[in-house]
């Protein structure tokens, strides 16, 4: 079945530790995205990547990075400069291109970070 | 600039009972309005989507919402509610951005409960 994995579904950092969070599809989407959930409020947008080698900032990328070498991967990495990384993290993936500007993005089942 | 507001935090119904989920959005052009259901520690599933085509669009498991342009509101109902409705649901709006981007604007959330 096509669908997008994330792993691991628990994580713990650190401070001052870096972690790097998988996320991998097999739909064959050009569009990737990265959302943090903290409770009670919507997701937010970290990053995304329309294209392989190409990605943009969300609205909060401070204290993170992602890479796009592959369409079916795009990791996203907690840096020690995320002062409050404590959430779930939420991978997506979408259909892009000309006259598919409304396909519905498509989730993983999440991670969740956790400081010790 | 889109933006999306859940009306109620948390909705506690009666199994059999209708559910209603209030959303109101505003948007600068044409949206593209989705809901999303989220259980827990889980990823967000679909379950219907608006694209200017029918204005009451039906979704999975007996879900539908109707699109009221001069309210500007797409709430999401259920004749009869069922115990596996009990999760977070999501209102989105689709944004298309400058420079290409397209990403979504999630509201903040309603809990539904469902009482036996």
């Known amino acids: 079945d096509g669908g997008i994995t994330q792993s691991p579904k628990y994580l713990f950092r650190k401070e001052g530790q870096n972690v790097t969070l998988s996320c991998e599809q097999n739909?064959?989407?050009?569009?990737m995205y990265w959302y943090r959930q903290d409770p009670g409020q919507g997701l937010r947008l970290i990053y995304y990547?329309?294209?392989?080698?190409?990605?943009q900032k969300g609205d909060i990328a401070e204290g993170y990075s992602v890479s796009r070498e592959k369409k079916e991967s795009f990791p996203l990495t907690v840096t020690s400069a995320q002062k409050n990384p404590t959430a779930f993290y939420l991978c997506a993936s979408s259909i892009e291109g000309t006259g598919r500007v409304n396909q519905p993005q498509h989730f993983g089942d999440g991670t969740r970070l956790s400081i010790l | 600039a889109q933006s999306v507001t859940q009306l109620d935090s948390h909705v506690s119904v009666s199994e059999g009972t209708p559910v209603l989920l209030r959303c109101n959005y505003s948007s600068s052009y044409s949206p593209s309005l989705f809901w999303y259901v989220q259980h827990p520690n889980k990823g967000l599933q679909l379950l219907l989507k608006y694209t200017s085509a029918a204005t009451l669009v039906k979704g999975i498991n007996g879900f539908e919402a109707e699109f009221k342009k001069s309210e500007t509101s797409f709430h999401l109902t259920k004749p009869s509610a069922h115990m596996s409705d009990a999760a977070e649901y999501f209102c989105v709006v689709r944004v298309v951005g400058g420079a290409g981007r397209r990403a979504l604007t999630f509201g903040s959330g309603t809990r539904l409960q469902v009482q036996p």
């Open positions: 990547s329309q294209i392989v080698n190409d990605f």
């Open positions: 739909l064959n989407h050009d569009a």
